[in-house]
């Protein structure tokens, strides 16, 4: 019995895609599961990363015992420097996934003061009156767990990513026991992704790979250039452990390609054969069937090393006509077009390219499909379910995927968004009072500067069609405009265009300022609203634009 | 024997997606098949459609002979008016194609000029130089063709868009046999389309997708709402087959879903079975499980019909929850996150959505994968083969795709993008010099509205960082700056940020102004340049921006 209530406070990757991160609140104490980040969309404009708003819990500071990682990919870790910015809290995590973080915390210079403390699979973590327990998954990423997290209300089953992998490359295998006897023991409530829930079936193993990789390498006449992920160890083992096989030396282009394979080498979960390993400057002299490229920028970034080698805009390395280049990646929805761009590029250097669906994909998903959810489901068996890790669409599914397990003890499904809360004590569970969540958009490099909504919302509007800004000189001594009024624009029209309309506008704004009354001209935001309107119609009228309209009066 | 060149002329959609069109000369003379348009990239910004440029058929408008449409597509026909509207010129085209270019006529109030001339597969035209005979081929669309064009040189094969459907539910078989023939008798060249050469094996045929249509109709226990393109007649055939036969009545949502049936209805190439057709209107008010509803907006566009649905902003169509919503089409590249948007919203209304490569899809492509191509390519065994419809990687692979043809009298493969020209005469064929192509992007609504790229081009630039404008008075009389120079911003900064950056920035400003000479401050082009330059220094210093500066003189 207890009389407290255990509070699901998703802050983030529920009902959106990326920058997962959940609070767990029983009565004061609060622990965080994931602190991600995600890469913007289109729409907003100029923002480079985006994490959630972590005000919930820099407004809760004092109580926050501790973060806690599943494992180290952006979506999961990405947010973690700007959450410590805003409060101070110890960070538990495997190794590797510690040094991932470690890795962008040197970024901010904040590795000082992190409390980065290192746990294993099977560790148990007290923290006030949490106690968890980290279980090995297997994922595309090494060192991942799920969490067990004893309450004083019951078990919560914290996923994190994973797939059933039934042949991990590192024969590591899913600690499907210990979820097995959480469920048998019986579990409060389950928390599973559901990134891949809408594919039916298993996922491939990361072991099928392996044949269609093999064939890359007894195929390929001349240099092979491989691209995927830095964070696939699994991929890059596979990959080493062919080249030596074939007699061909591994050279690392880009950084994150670099600094990965250096961490995973560090922790011994990347074994690098004697020899095979080749400096990135002497890709081009050895012979091209005795080399293998392995770059990173999968998705067409367009400062990737991938990027630039498809550009023949890279030092160490040059594509030449004959070479084999392999997309190692899925294509991340919404990178299409620069993905593609960049294998046109590499095609007109004469390579052969292989990429997407074509038959094999040299690549196999990290996140389980719906029958390895359903075996997570069965495990569990939980009293409650709240599916994580997916848009709306998908954790729509998700919870439809877990109908069956109402005769199993399961006794409700609960659809939370971002923001929404679920609360549980021993009356049962119920969505409570939502929290304020949100987006922090932050800009390129400058780590501190954060992007308001209205800027974004601005710069929309600015590219779409550009701004018209008439200025208006009043003069000081006699109160009336100074001349005809001045109108600067861009991204407008054609300057060839636009002149006769601008030329115009001067004289609506004109007769705007001549038909107002000395009153309205005196209060500058009445004149500078009239403005607007009547130059919003005009321009509206005669060109069908809404340029943003800002007018702008001077007193000289 | 011939003294005279026969030149290929892609104008568009070669080492490009859509905007399909191409020249073909012949001494003086010249055709043109197609004359498409696409959607713009994002970075078109505030672009609504792009369609070839036309100039080169402008500047030899005596010697086009004709427009000859090879189908209904956009990426084939979408531009016609705009060609039209450069040059007067007769249009071939089937009965159903030439239907849907004078509906596209209309909007442009372009109807009576037009010349149209409807053929039909096995018909012969002759013009100028160039007798041109049109072969069915089978495609997502009805009434679509295949061009084998004689010329004094050889025979052209242009085959449109085409897949080798074995089964089409219209049984109208792929005319293979005439194109064998011609293969037979010795081809020139041959121009095929390369869009799904990256997929191996067999696209399914159209019936494929029947048994899974079928399913839905079956397994939905209440309202049925199936999106597909209002282009895919088969489609829509099947629906109202599986409506009849399952006693639901269907209701048309789109205006460009009322228009395409209508069409297809008034050529006899759609059957509606007597009283299934229902009134939008009466959608709601039948029994759930006795209704379809067949909706356009597949792709997640903002003001389709589908959309509007989908957040509940349709006069006569809700989502319930319990319906079961379908989108019969592909997901195009790009458009995925408005699309899982939409998605998402539907989800929430609490309706079963199936979509993408959900198993199965209700969904096959109307592009032939490789050995459909391959087959094209052995039945035509052409002499010279330009793979057309693609992007360069696509190009590249289907040229790789008939390297076994060298075997049977395959010369030579010639990769052109949109632009390049290749010369054939009796001595062979090469790449020719170059003709100006390029893009044309035309504003909404405003058919006359063409925007230029360097409007493009400030339009992303105020996107990214917003725009920053020192505005200074400078006196008639005494030639001096009167008073501290204004600063206007928009999306550069949120404006707590930003008031103390921009008051440096009036500093920054005046000091320029004073530490010009008396000759610098009278000019005023070098005045902006000098003050545009010492900001862009200062706040890309202090803010790590880069707006667009551009400074305001005004005389007062």
């Known amino acids: 019995m207890s009389d407290q209530k255990l509070k699901i406070i998703p802050l983030g990757g529920l009902g959106e895609f990326g920058m997962n991160s959940m609070a767990i609140?029983?009565?004061?104490d609060i622990i965080v599961v994931d602190a991600g980040m995600m890469f913007p969309d289109d729409e907003l404009l100029g923002v480079?990363?985006?994490?959630?708003?972590?005000?919930y819990l820099e407004q809760n500071a004092a109580h926050v015992r501790g973060l806690i990682l599943t494992h180290g990919h952006e979506d999961h870790i990405g947010g973690v420097p700007f959450l410590l910015k805003q409060i101070s809290v110890p960070v538990y995590g495997t190794a590797f996934t510690l040094a991932l973080v470690e890795r962008r915390l040197e970024?901010?210079?904040?590795?000082?003061?992190?409390?980065?403390?290192?746990?294993?699979?099977?560790?148990?973590?007290?923290?006030?009156?949490?106690?968890i327990e980290f279980i090995h998954v297997t994922h595309s990423l090494v060192s991942c767990v799920a969490l067990a997290i004893t309450t004083p209300l019951g078990v919560i089953i914290h996923t994190g990513d994973y797939k059933v992998d039934p042949t991990p490359t590192d024969n590591l295998l899913f600690d499907l026991h210990t979820l097995a006897a959480y469920g048998k023991r019986g579990v409060l409530l389950l928390m599973s992704d559901s990134t891949n829930v809408d594919r039916p079936g298993y996922t491939e193993s990361e072991r099928a790979v392996g044949p269609r990789l093999e064939d890359l390498f007894v195929r390929s006449p001349r240099r092979l250039v491989i691209s995927c992920f830095s964070s696939s160890i699994h991929r890059l083992q596979q990959i080493l452990d062919?080249?030596?096989?074939y007699g061909r030396k591994v050279a690392f282009f880009g950084r994150s390609m670099t600094n990965t394979t250096e961490i995973a080498h560090d922790l011994g979960l990347l074994t690098i054969p004697d020899g095979v390993l080749l400096r990135p400057q002497d890709a081009m002299s050895l012979p091209p069937n005795k080399v293998v490229a392995v770059v990173s920028g999968t998705q067409g970034e367009p400062m990737s090393a991938l990027s630039r080698v498809a550009v023949d805009n890279h030092k160490h390395l040059s594509i030449e006509r004959g070479d084999t280049?392999?997309?190692s990646a899925r294509i991340?929805?919404?990178?299409?077009?620069?993905i593609y761009r960049m294998i046109n590029h590499i095609s007109r250097r004469g390579a052969?390219?292989?990429?997407?669906?074509?038959?094999?994909?040299?690549?196999?998903?990290?996140?389980g499909s719906a029958e390895e959810l359903r075996l997570v489901l069965n495990l569990v068996r939980?009293?409650?379910?709240?599916?994580?890790?997916?848009?709306?669409?998908q954790l729509a599914r998700h919870a439809k995927l877990a109908q069956h397990l109402s005769h199993s003890g399961l006794k409700e499904t609960f659809i939370l968004e971002s923001g929404n809360t679920l609360e549980i004590d021993d009356h049962g569970a119920r969505k409570a009072e939502d929290v304020p969540v949100g987006r922090v958009c932050i800009d390129s490099g400058t780590l501190d500067e954060v992007v308001e909504e209205f800027v974004i919302r601005d710069r929309r509007h600015l590219s779409e069609d550009g701004f018209v800004l008439p200025i208006i000189a009043i003069s000081k001594s006699t109160g009336r405009c100074e001349g005809l009024p001045e109108i600067v624009s861009r991204g407008f029209m054609s300057s060839e265009d636009s002149t006769g309309v601008l030329q115009e506008a001067r004289q609506v704004v004109l007769k705007t300022l001549e038909s107002s009354t000395a009153e309205e001209r005196g209060d500058w935001g009445v004149m500078q609203e009239k403005i607007r309107t009547d130059l919003k119609r005009f321009l509206n009228k005669q060109t069908s634009r809404r340029p943003l309209i800002m007018p702008v009066i001077l007193e000289v």
């Not at 609140?25 to 004061?28: A, E, L």
Request: net charge negative.
């Open 25 to 28: 609140r029983y009565g004061d």
């Open 48 to 55: 480079d990363i985006v994490t959630p708003d972590f005000s």
């Open 107 to 131: 970024e901010h210079q904040m590795t000082d003061d992190a409390k980065l403390n290192t746990v294993k699979p099977g560790d148990r973590l007290e923290l006030g009156p949490f106690s």
């Open 242 to 245: 062919f080249a030596h096989q």
């Open 325 to 327: 280049v392999a997309l």
């Open 332 to 338: 991340i929805p919404g990178n299409e077009k620069g």
């Open 352 to 367: 052969d390219v292989v990429y997407g669906t074509m038959n094999p994909p040299i690549h196999v998903s990290g996140h």
């Open 382 to 393: 939980p009293k409650y379910f709240v599916p994580v890790h997916g848009e709306y669409r």
